[in-house]
C-alpha cells in the first residue's frame, strides 16, 4: 500500500460542487467554523514553526487563495475603478468583509484600503499586534492577478491593535516572474 | 501624587489635555502603575484630540493616524477611513464612473446611492436626446442653401448637374423625400381642382 501523501495543487474545482454537498443547509457558514479553524491551524503552525514562519504560511495561502478568488470570481478585464467597485460587491456578497478603497495612486501603484466587519479579526480583543497576515496576502494576490505584477501588503490597523477596521497598505514592487 | 493626578484629572475633564504625571517620585509601586496609566491616558486623549479636531474641519488626507493600540481613537479612525472612501468614490463618480456603490452607511448610502442611479440615468437620456437632436440637426443641414428649381414645373436641379440635360432635374417630392425621408401623399387643393376640373364643380 501506498502510504504517501499525494502532491496537491490547488485548483478551484478542489472547493467542490456546493450546490450538489449542500442542498439543505447552502454555501454559508459561520464566521464561527471559519475562526475555528484558522485559530486553531494557526496555533499549531506556530508550535511547529514559530510564529514568523506561521504568518509567512498564511500570507502565502492567502495569496494563492487571492490570485483564484480574482481568477475565478472577477472580472480583470475592467479598468481599475470599476474592477474596485466589482470586488467591493463580490466581497460583500460572499460575506467576506466590506472593502473601501481609500486611496490610489495609478503612477506609482500604491493603495490604501479598509476592510471592516472581516472574516479573520473584528470583534477582537486589542492585543496589540495586527492579525490580518492571511488577508495581507489575499489582497496582495488580487492586486497581482488583476495587474500580473508583484505587490507588498502590509495591514497598518487592526481590530487585534485597537481599530475598530483593517486598514492595509499595498505597494508595488516589480513584475510578476515568469512561468 | 494623588492631589496632583485629580488636578490633571480635573484639566482633561476641562477639555485640555494635561502634562505627564512625575513617576519617579512616587511614593509606591502602585502609585507609579496608576501615574503610568494615567500617563497613557493622556497620551491617548491628546492623539485623539489632535487627530479628531482637523478632521471636523474637514482635513481628511493630510492626517496623521493615531498609533495602533489608541482604543480611545478607533471610532474616529473608522469615520476617516469612511470619509476617505467616500472622496475616492465621489472623485470616481465625477470622472463619469457609476459603478461605484457605498454599503451600510445608513442613510447616506441611500441617498448616496440614488444620486448615482439618478445620475447615470440622466446622463444616458442626455445622450439619447443628444443623439437626435444631431440627427435632427443633419437633416436640416441637408436642405439649407439655394436650391434651383425650375420656374414652371417645380422640379429641382441636382447638385453640380447639367441644367440642359433633362434628367438632371428631379421633381420636388422624391427629391424631399430622399434628404429627409419624409414620405408624399396626393391630393388636390380646391383652386387646382377648379383649374382642372371646371366641368365638374
Redesign the interface.
Known amino acids: 500500500m501506498n502510504t504517501s501523501q499525494p502532491t496537491r495543487t490547488f485548483s478551484w474545482e478542489s472547493l467542490g460542487d456546493l450546490q450538489l454537498g449542500r442542498p439543505n443547509l447552502g454555501p454559508m457558514a459561520p464566521v464561527l467554523a471559519y475562526r475555528l479553524m484558522q485559530f486553531t491551524l494557526w496555533d499549531v503552525l506556530i508550535g511547529e514553526f514559530g510564529p514568523e514562519k506561521a504568518n509567512d504560511l498564511f500570507r502565502r495561502a492567502g495569496n494563492l487563495a487571492g490570485k483564484e478568488f480574482c481568477h475565478n470570481l472577477l472580472d480583470k478585464n475592467l479598468?481599475f475603478?470599476?474592477f474596485v467597485?466589482?470586488l467591493?460587491?463580490v466581497l460583500?456578497e460572499q460575506r467576506i468583509g466590506?472593502m473601501?478603497?481609500?486611496?490610489?495612486d495609478l503612477e506609482t501603484m500604491q493603495f490604501?484600503l479598509?476592510v471592516?466587519e472581516d472574516l479573520d479579526c473584528s470583534g477582537l480583543p486589542?492585543t496589540?499586534e495586527?492579525v490580518c497576515q492571511y488577508d495581507e496576502g489575499f489582497i496582495a494576490g488580487i492586486l497581482e492577478e488583476y495587474t500580473g505584477k508583484v505587490f507588498h501588503v502590509t495591514e497598518?490597523?487592526?481590530w487585534a491593535?485597537?481599530?475598530?477596521?483593517c486598514?492595509f497598505s499595498a505597494k508595488l514592487i516589480g513584475d510578476a516572474p515568469r512561468d | 501624587m494623588i492631589k496632583e493626578a485629580r488636578d490633571k484629572l480635573a484639566v482633561l475633564l476641562q477639555g485640555k489635555v494635561p502634562d505627564a504625571l512625575e513617576t519617579e517620585h512616587c511614593a509606591s509601586e502602585e502609585e507609579r502603575q496608576l501615574a503610568n496609566l494615567l500617563n497613557e491616558l493622556f497620551t491617548y486623549m491628546q492623539e485623539v484630540h489632535q487627530f479628531i479636531v482637523p478632521l471636523s474641519q474637514g482635513n481628511i488626507s493630510d492626517l496623521t493616524l493615531p498609533p495602533p493600540r489608541n482604543f480611545l481613537s478607533s471610532p474616529f479612525k473608522e469615520l476617516h477611513s469612511r470619509l476617505m472612501h467616500l472622496t475616492w468614490q465621489a472623485g470616481r463618480v465625477a470622472q463619469g464612473d457609476y459603478s461605484q456603490q457605498i454599503d451600510f452607511m445608513g442613510d447616506f448610502s441611500e441617498a448616496f446611492n440614488k444620486m448615482i442611479v439618478s445620475l447615470d440615468r440622466n446622463e444616458r437620456e442626455l445622450k439619447i436626446k443628444i443623439a437626435e437632436l444631431e440627427t435632427a440637426l443633419s437633416r436640416i443641414s441637408q436642405l439649407e442653401g439655394i436650391l434651383p428649381i425650375c420656374s414652371s414645373c417645380k422640379r429641382i436641379r441636382l447638385e453640380g448637374a447639367d441644367p440642359g440635360q433633362q434628367d438632371s432635374w428631379e421633381a420636388i417630392e422624391s427629391y424631399i423625400t430622399a434628404k429627409t425621408q419624409t414620405m408624399f401623399s396626393h391630393g388636390l387643393c380646391p383652386e387646382c381642382v377648379k383649374a382642372l376640373y371646371s366641368d365638374f364643380t
Open positions: 479598468p475603478s470599476e467597485a466589482q467591493q460587491k460583500k466590506l473601501r478603497m481609500e486611496r490610489v490604501t479598509t471592516a486589542c496589540d495586527v497598518t490597523d487592526c491593535s485597537g481599530a475598530r477596521v486598514r
